[in-house]
């Protein structure tokens, strides 16, 4: 085929190589060119459509590119076998229709008790935008460079003091991984520890530990908790390999763990190489008596546990930075299967976090947020003490929630939708079980008193007073 | 044991609660107190010690708290066993005598011709910190509170709007998956697709993706890439369930799949359901001639490609912003099984992405690239020409890199190491290969023109130029 015809003055406004792509390629899915054919010369079609050679040649590479085309040496350009390209537009417009969307819209809610929630009115806005400026002002080029796959060795430095100092936490940075979120680091642990572990947990726990080491093929085995202790029972029986525990603070219950269990389960896994506890130290930052109490890993003899600990309660839950201590000999499992992993965390979030608590920020900001919190605590205990229908308040004076048990024999997922019906966000226990509870005789709320003011806190159970003073 | 005494005024300066917590802790862990000994009433010891009751309760507290004594009702405080107590503090010192580390130092690069290394002269400070700013500035509580575990919605809008017009890619923003890097997201794949699938990888290929698959246990299959192809050979034979392809611009080879061989690898997937191909389109943005290639996934028909990106090299590699276009029916799994998992992405972060792209400024950058890295592009092309050691240069005007042939019989890696000693980083081809390269002709240098400017790859090829001038 030595001849074609292209209009290049009409049509849409587009460079004289896209008209001629374009008609080509029309041309060819449309089979009026077949397979096989021939194309004219570059020279040739240059000179009868009167455009420089080198607007052909463009088209031609385009063509070629997409694989229209083909170049055969000395013998020129031939039509490639195109089968299935006619649906391309089908489908192009197809999804372009479906293309628009809304977004989920969230229900309206005025007093949110939710026990993951934290306080933001008290957040230092203005100290985090002095260092986020101060970092982006210096254009420093490192920055946007990939850094250290473990977190920049200067974070690690500050964190592993402010673990040595606030927890007893013994680690070297380079012990330290930091990643984006506990979800992340336990996704990272796996491929350390290997697969088809035994994990026991309590219950009820951190739902989302749970469903990770589901997913991650890990057979997840229970003990339900005794009283408010969190008991993992009969470890010896279960021979599990690995046990998650929240010493300092579980969640949901609230209770801190006895140092005669914390002794009986570092024995446990002292007797083992194989055996690990992962400590995951959520909320330990906040404890309203006392002095805190030394992780579980600052009294670890036999490198056996496994430190975990996030920034999302401490300073924000979007931040998405937590930490993992691993002991040494599975710090070297890491380096050699999970070294060539990238950061997970932009760098520049990193210095930011890096200077706000070597500057100080962090601590004077712990201290500021745990009188915050400290006061809610005392305050929501006495409005508690006030109603008749709570006949039990418990939590060990830590944390951002109080486990609240309600005298009355409302079903607990009922009370909960109904108080979210008035503008109330309440979270009940059972949904923290991994084995659905039987009967449970009275609902368990946990109050998170983070969020809320003292008024919204006020508001909030005289809603909950309307709802339950006919179900006493 | 009735009798304490304590000495409240001697030693360090600290809260008398703290004086007599320590003091009964370290009696106990002495043994001078044994386990099962009652200890002296708050009532009394108040009054022997002469000062409030409240405090010795809060001394009290401590040490129920940390499981030093326990409480029995009616009876009184009685001191615990603390086996292995004592050996704390050995562990303690230990550890803080080990705790002084050095961070490694980096070897001096004057030139660096890493591939994946990227201009960072013209990145956009000023806007980015201008956009940072305004998003802080607003004080917006909801930039603090936990987000969609998917990404934020804007974010995912303007994205997906993004990779269909740049990409031809068919998505809405619920198909769409914002994750910290890809290997982060591959790790969510994985728990998508479930476990022991079989994947094809050309070889050589992007080794993080290939370490990321066999830690998760994946059987990776590796099919040589021929010539200038990336073939993806015998997959018939092979019967993988997953095709790992960087269509549009392999790594490291540089090369573009033609049309047919994308129509093969669709068909193919396209007979069953459980087949899968994963498109990595990892620098498409820069392609230096004629239009971009539309996507595989863009003229996918039967929903078969699990698209992937991300702004490493667009923005920069430190932003640790990938996505993921999942079909319909994986959606759904990730929804059910994955659901749970929080974002990995900073909310800031997100908001000042979804601004940098809405205000049109992503645009702006790509075109502001994409003329800066064609420019080095064709500049050292160009140098090359005039070396007599070079035998070829591959690379198909796309991506920040260039494969070259080395006319020489010198080792490939010693190679590397005689340049980097002269402050010459450049990477060979050797080391993305997954099966060891028996016996290489000559060597291939990977040369990333994104991080050097003009006088730069001048002077680092000069520099190749002494090590080789003798080796032709």
Chains 1, 2 share one sequence.
Not at 79 to 88: K, M, P
Not at 103 to 130: G, M, Q
Not at 170 to 181: R, Y
């Amino acid at each position: 085929m030595n001849e074609i015809m292209i209009d290049l003055q009409g049509g849409a406004k587009a460079p004289l190589y896209e008209k001629i792509y374009r008609h080509l390629k029309h041309e060819i899915c449309s089979g009026r060119i077949s397979e096989g054919e021939k194309l004219p010369s570059t020279r040739l079609l240059a000179k009868q459509l009167t455009v420089s050679r080198s607007t052909v040649e463009m088209a031609y590479e385009q063509l070629l590119a997409e694989g229209y085309i083909l170049s055969e040496a000395c013998r020129g350009f031939f039509v490639c076998d195109i089968r299935g390209l006619y649906q391309l537009n089908q489908r192009e417009t197809k999804n372009r229709a479906v293309k628009q969307e809304k977004a989920e819209v969230l229900k309206e809610v005025s007093v949110d008790f939710s026990p993951d929630a934290v306080d933001t009115a008290h957040f230092p806005y203005n100290i985090w935008r002095k260092i986020y400026r101060g970092v982006l002002a210096e254009d420093r080029e490192e920055l946007l460079l990939p850094g250290d796959g473990q977190g920049d060795y200067g974070l690690r430095c500050v964190i592993a003091d402010y673990l040595h100092q606030a927890r007893g936490v013994n680690c070297t940075p380079s012990e330290l991984i930091i990643g984006a979120g506990n979800e992340y680091l336990e996704l990272i642990l796996a491929q350390i520890l290997g697969g088809g572990k035994k994990v026991l947990m309590d219950d009820p726990t951190y739902l989302q530990a749970y469903h990770t080491f589901c997913n991650l093929g890990y057979e997840v085995w229970t003990a339900p908790v005794i009283k408010e202790e969190t008991a993992v029972l009969n470890i010896r029986t279960g021979k599990p390999d690995i046990v998650y525990v929240m010493p300092s603070h579980q969640f949901p219950l609230g209770t801190v763990m006895t140092f005669k269990r914390r002794l009986e389960l570092l024995n446990w896994a002292s007797e083992e190489e194989s055996r690990f506890l992962i400590e995951d130290d959520h909320d330990s930052e906040y404890r309203y008596r006392g002095k805190p109490i030394p992780s579980l890993q600052s009294i670890d003899q036999s490198g056996s546990v496994i430190y975990m600990g996030t920034f999302s309660k401490s300073i924000a839950p979007s931040l998405r930075i937590s930490y993992m201590v691993l002991p040494e000999r599975l710090m070297e499992v890491y380096r050699k299967k999970c070294g060539f992993y990238s950061t997970t965390v932009p760098r520049i979030q990193q210095e930011v976090l890096r200077e706000f608590m070597k500057g100080g920020h962090f601590g004077r900001h712990l201290n500021r947020m745990r009188a915050v919190y400290k006061s809610k605590h005392d305050f929501i205990i006495g409005e508690l003490r006030k109603k008749a229908w709570v006949a039990e308040i418990g939590g060990d004076h830590a944390g951002l929630h109080l486990p609240v048990r309600i005298a009355s024999g409302i079903n607990e997922s009922a009370l909960c939708k109904q108080a979210l019906e008035a503008g109330v966000r309440v979270v009940g226990i059972s949904q923290h079980y991994i084995e659905p509870v039987q009967k449970q005789p009275e609902p368990v709320l946990l109050l998170g008193y983070g969020k809320p003011d003292e008024e919204e806190i006020k508001r909030g159970l005289n809603i909950l007073d309307d709802i339950l003073k006919y179900q006493l």
